[in-house]
């Protein structure tokens, strides 16, 4: 199976609007991360926001906002007030295992979702 | 540098030559790690470093692949007698190290095998 599962290739917005991008993943590890990531055309990858397995709140970073939803296995981000600039691809990932563990550094990606912001 | 660095940002080699990618991590950052994006997919891990030794090197697809870190801080992915299906780009990464859990990425390193 696989253990990050993005379903949508590609999203289409509308500027200023929100728009939430799906990831579901499998584990049974009961510690573990998980990640989003936004890709431009430039190649980076800049991180967005990191919600932990035992956090009790959704994780928020500016318009970013992380909808956790453990029971479900899904770690859904949420783009307020979408921006042009926002058009990228986005990754979700996953690190099973604790933080300090060996496998620390070790990320599991999904396959993506590009997202497209109209003006 | 302010962010990770890393170097050729483009590298067109051919069928069985050897090449090192170079990947200079965020000044403090103990922890690095590297990983592969082929044409349109997710990334693939391939080796992570706390400090000078590696944990983990399950991610390497084979021996022709290796990578070294020395002084804690730059290291070198060296892929041996290159194939076509090489062709990728490799990201260099790194973060504060363990517990930490921000880890930031650099642009790439474009390879193509011809």
């Known amino acids: 199976a696989q253990k990050i599962t993005q379903t949508q290739p590609g999203m289409f917005v509308q500027e200023k609007e929100a728009v939430t991008l799906d990831c579901t993943y499998d584990t049974s590890d009961p510690s573990y991360g998980l990640f989003w990531y936004k890709q431009p055309s430039s190649g980076e990858m800049i991180f967005l926001i990191y919600?932990?397995?035992?956090?009790?709140q959704n994780a928020t970073e500016g318009r970013y906002s992380l909808n956790f939803q453990k029971a479900r296995k899904s770690a859904n981000l949420v783009i307020s007030a979408s921006q042009l600039g926002d058009s990228a691809m986005y990754f979700c990932?996953?690190?099973?295992?604790?933080?300090?563990?060996?496998?620390?550094?070790?990320?599991?990606f999904g396959q993506g979702t590009i997202l497209t912001v109209h003006p | 540098g302010a962010g990770v660095s890393q170097s050729p940002s483009n590298k067109v080699t051919e069928k069985g030559k050897d090449v090192e990618l170079r990947c200079d991590p965020i000044?403090?950052?103990?922890?690095l790690y590297w990983y592969r994006q082929s044409l349109g997919q997710g990334l693939e891990f391939l080796i992570y470093f706390q400090g000078n030794s590696a944990p983990d090197k399950s991610g390497l697809p084979s021996d022709r692949f290796s990578a070294e870190r020395t002084g804690g801080s730059v290291s070198t992915l060296t892929i041996q007698r290159t194939q076509q299906e090489d062709s990728a780009v490799y990201l260099c990464?790194?973060?504060?190290?363990?517990?930490?859990?921000?880890?930031?990425f650099g642009e790439g390193s474009w390879l193509t095998v011809v």
């Open positions: 000044s403090g950052h103990t922890a």
């Open positions: 990464a790194s973060s504060l190290g363990r517990g930490k859990n921000t880890i930031y």
């Open positions: 990932a996953m690190r099973e295992g604790p933080a300090g563990g060996t496998s620390y550094g070790k990320l599991t």
């Open positions: 919600q932990g397995s035992y956090d009790q």
